[in-house]
């Protein structure tokens, strides 16, 4: 089993930055992919950002150039900086880990004002 807690969500005006982070713990060598995901009330949980264990990263386009996603190996956590914050990135922020099945973390709210 992996557990994933996330936090660093909240309130910011756009233009804002906020840093997302998720702790993993648990069977973390079963971990190929981090990925973090959102969910806006109404839509469907869309991939915003994942990263491999080498590093290998990939975005969503509507977050290219203003999100990036890192990874701490030594403290187990992921982050996802995000920049230049729009009003259509609020949403809850899921972690993910991809391992022998998906684990999901229970999610971060972020709220961008116009």
């Known amino acids: 089993q992996v557990q994933l807690v996330e936090s660093g969500g909240g309130l910011v005006q756009a233009g804002g930055s906020l840093r997302l982070s998720c702790a993993a713990s648990g069977s973390i060598f079963s971990i190929n992919v981090m990925r973090w995901h959102r969910q806006a009330p109404g839509k469907q949980r869309e991939l915003v950002a994942g990263i491999t264990s080498g590093g290998s990263t990939n975005y969503a386009d509507s977050v290219k150039g203003r999100f990036t996603i890192s990874r701490d190996n030594a403290k187990n956590t992921v982050y996802l900086q995000m920049n230049s914050l729009k009003p259509e990135d609020t949403a809850r922020y899921y972690c993910?880990?991809?391992?022998?099945?998906?684990?999901w973390g229970q999610g971060t709210q972020v709220t961008v004002s116009s």
């Open positions: 993910a880990a991809v391992g022998v099945r998906y684990y």
